[in-house]
């Protein structure tokens, strides 16, 4: 299943929850239980394993960003 990112348009909290594609529009806010919430679309990170094409061996980024958790 599934984590997705929602906002509660009642009183803003965001929140993520593990939930099936098709009960994404059943999710109450987990600090005030309206069900008056939005998925929000956030950044994703993606962990894979070393390539020997290219790769230094470090995790210094993508060279675009100063080698912090944006990569």
């Known amino acids: 299943m599934p984590n997705y ?8 909290c965001k929140f993520s929850k593990l939930v099936a594609y098709k009960e994404r529009d059943q999710v109450k806010c987990k600090s005030c239980d309206s069900g008056n919430t939005k998925q929000i679309f956030t950044s994703i990170m993606i962990k894979g394993g070393s390539s020997s ?5 470090s995790s210094d980024g993508c060279g675009t960003c100063s080698g912090g958790s944006c990569c």
């Open 53 to 57: 094409k290219g790769s230094s061996g």
């Open 5 to 12: 990112d929602f906002k509660c348009e009642e009183c803003g």
